[in-house]
């Protein structure tokens, strides 16, 4: 028998607050989309209940303390040539049409694809957007990492050939985002990482095969102990010899930690690191450079790096990733060198080509200036109907013509 095209697969324990609307989601994507696998691992409040009502296969499965491991898991279990990978605290839309075209076409020597991720907040705005590899296929790709999981060829050490998506084919909301939990994420996953490395080390492995958890923890712990987080990346910067693709991007990392830090001699010193690394990517090299060079005040010569860097490509994938970043950072440098127009360009294109609205309307109404109204408004209406929802309760609160523009895109969005 044909294999179907598309299947869903699931990690869960304890959802029952927002499994019901990623699952109403994913049957909106039915007949495409084939089956949904629940992998439970360990649920008390009726989670596994919701499942079966929305249609999904449940597995009773288990928790090793390895996010990787119960994502394999549960990807076995499903029956398509391709499975798109999601959480309970997410939402999926998509063009079936479209997706299902894509994931007809695609060739057989692609091992997933990337989908375009946004972060909402407590307000229920879009905190960021960028992509991540949620289509898959099972045959030629996995999970690895007990924390931070990553998708990887299921053969060798290189890194992994994806397509990349559009956002009108398929995007995911992760609607489950809140600040307030993330402390206690971080601390469940800095102790994951630090059992992998106890365990490695005691089996004989070398710190240099440990890499990836080495990088998790240090991630996970930066942002309530960046001393030590330091200690895990230096440890990173002395491995000479190593030459690991996730070894690299921990270091770029180190380095956005560092100058958040205002540590920028050493920020310089990785950077310089990375540029002579030879699997590193450039544009990814040069993106940190570019913070650097903002956080330092030097804004005419971040905006002249800014305007030959129009895509960053990542180092473990090789994916273009989060070009709204750029855009962000050359919008801030546009401002800070009186280049009004540039900067104007940049906000348009973060509102229509990226759905970046937070903040942005009074920088927008402040660059619009004196000019008509109706011509933004046109602009405007052209942006993700969500995205002309966000900004025209924004707009409502900055000086006019805000209130305007706001009150012509809420009436022709109704």
């Known amino acids: 028998m044909a294999r179907s095209l598309l299947s869903a697969a699931l990690i869960v324990k304890n959802e029952s607050a927002m499994l019901a609307g990623c699952l109403d989601s994913l049957n909106a994507l039915r007949p495409l989309l084939s089956d949904v696998v629940v992998y439970d691992t360990g649920s008390t409040d009726g989670t596994q209940d919701i499942a079966a009502a929305h249609g999904a296969r449940v597995h009773q499965g288990s928790w090793t303390g390895d996010f990787a491991a119960a994502r394999n898991a549960a990807i076995g279990l499903t029956?398509?040539?391709?499975?798109?990978?999601?959480?309970?605290?997410?939402?999926?839309?998509?063009?079936?049409?479209?997706?299902?075209?894509?994931?007809?076409?695609?060739?057989?020597?692609?091992?997933?694809?990337?989908?375009?991720?946004?972060?909402?907040?407590?307000?229920?705005?879009?905190?960021?957007?960028?992509?991540?590899?949620?289509?898959?296929?099972?045959?030629?790709?996995?999970?690895?990492?007990?924390?931070?999981?990553?998708?990887?060829?299921?053969?060798?050490?290189?890194?992994?050939?994806?397509?990349?998506?559009?956002?009108?084919?398929?995007?995911?909301?992760?609607?489950?985002?809140?600040?307030?939990?993330?402390?206690?994420?971080?601390?469940?996953?800095?102790?994951l990482a630090d059992a992998e490395i106890t365990k490695g080390l005691a089996a004989g492995r070398d710190l240099g095969e440990l890499i990836q958890p080495l990088v998790d923890r240090a991630r996970s712990l930066a942002p309530s102990d960046p001393e030590a987080a330091i200690a895990d990346y230096e440890q990173l910067a002395a491995m000479a010899d190593a030459t690991s693709g996730y070894r690299l991007w921990g270091l770029e990392k180190y380095t956005?930690?560092?100058?958040?830090?205002?540590?920028?001699?050493?920020?310089?010193?990785?950077?310089?690191?990375?540029?002579?690394?030879?699997?590193?990517?450039?544009?990814?090299?040069?993106?940190?450079?570019?913070?650097?060079?903002?956080?330092?005040?030097?804004?005419?010569?971040?905006?002249d790096l800014l305007r030959t860097l129009n895509a960053v490509e990542s180092t473990t994938?090789?994916?273009?990733?989060?070009?709204?970043?750029?855009?962000?950072?050359?919008?801030?440098?546009?401002?800070?060198?009186?280049?009004?127009?540039?900067?104007?360009?940049?906000?348009?294109?973060?509102?229509?080509?990226?759905?970046?609205?937070?903040?942005?309307?009074?920088?927008?109404?402040?660059?619009?200036?004196?000019?008509?109204?109706?011509?933004l408004v046109q602009i405007l209406q052209s942006a993700q109907h969500r995205t002309v929802l966000e900004l025209a309760t924004q707009l409502q609160g900055v000086r006019e013509p805000g209130p305007t523009v706001a009150q012509q895109l809420a009436g022709q969005a109704a």
Not at 266 to 273: D, F, G, K, Y
Not at 321 to 336: E, K, S
């Open 256 to 303: 956005e930690l560092l100058i958040e830090l205002g540590r920028h001699e050493r920020a310089a010193e990785i950077i310089e690191l990375l540029a002579s690394a030879e699997q590193a990517s450039d544009t990814a090299t040069a993106w940190l450079r570019v913070q650097l060079l903002l956080a330092t005040g030097r804004f005419e010569r971040a905006l």
């Open 317 to 375: 994938t090789r994916m273009t990733v989060n070009n709204a970043n750029l855009t962000f950072a050359r919008l801030r440098a546009a401002i800070n060198v009186g280049e009004h127009e540039e900067a104007l360009a940049c906000c348009l294109s973060l509102i229509v080509d990226h759905g970046r609205s937070a903040g942005l309307a009074p920088e927008l109404i402040a660059l619009w200036h004196d000019r008509p109204v109706q011509p």
């Open 79 to 191: 029956r398509s040539r391709w499975v798109l990978i999601i959480d309970a605290d997410e939402r999926v839309s998509a063009d079936v049409a479209q997706l299902r075209a894509l994931l007809r076409r695609a060739n057989e020597t692609a091992e997933g694809m990337t989908v375009q991720m946004s972060l909402i907040n407590d307000a229920g705005a879009r905190e960021s957007t960028f992509p991540s590899v949620r289509l898959l296929d099972p045959r030629k790709a996995k999970y690895v990492g007990a924390v931070h999981e990553q998708v990887a060829p299921r053969r060798g050490k290189r890194g992994l050939r994806a397509i990349h998506t559009d956002a009108s084919v398929i995007s995911v909301d992760h609607v489950g985002y809140r600040a307030a939990h993330m402390p206690a994420k971080l601390a469940r996953n800095a102790a």
